[in-house]
């Protein structure tokens, strides 16, 4: 892991809160200046190591404060919506096998036709997902 200096990241830091449209290349000239270190860096290599993570821990932060559960709005006709359907993991099972099982009957064509023969028939995958679809 690269090594991070804290003096550079909390002077980008500052800086960006302080005016978020900076450009990197004045962002990089500016931290070069406090800290020598950064002079090392290519811009891509200081992009990566010091902007990138103050934006992206903001957006993380932004992200974590706004995450609160909203209320399904009425219906028109004042019926509350309905809730979806849980499927048991027995149907998810048998789906997951049908499904597994058109990936390996893909796989296994070794010719051009056989793989036509297997697509044709993706029908019948998928009456076995609707039969067991409509069980639960």
Excluded: W
């Excluded at 359907?85 to 096998?97: F, I, K, L, P």
Aim: a positive charge; glycine letters at 2%; charged letters at 40%.
């Amino acid at each position: 892991m690269p090594e991070i200096d804290e003096k550079a990241m909390k002077f980008v830091e500052e800086t960006l809160r302080k005016s978020p449209m900076i450009e990197l290349d004045e962002l990089f000239q500016r931290t070069k200046k406090v800290s020598s270190p950064i002079r090392r860096l290519s811009k891509r290599q200081f992009n990566a190591r010091y902007p990138l993570q103050v934006k992206r821990r903001r957006a993380l932060a932004a992200r974590a404060r706004s995450t609160g559960k909203k209320k399904a709005a009425p219906l028109p006709n004042g019926r509350k919506p309905r809730k979806p359907r849980v499927q048991s993991s027995e149907t998810r099972d048998v789906v997951r096998q049908v499904l597994l099982q058109f990936a390996a009957d893909i796989a296994a064509a070794e010719e051009r036709k056989d793989l036509v023969k297997v697509v044709a028939g993706v029908d019948r995958y998928v009456d076995r997902v609707l039969k067991e679809t409509a069980r639960a």
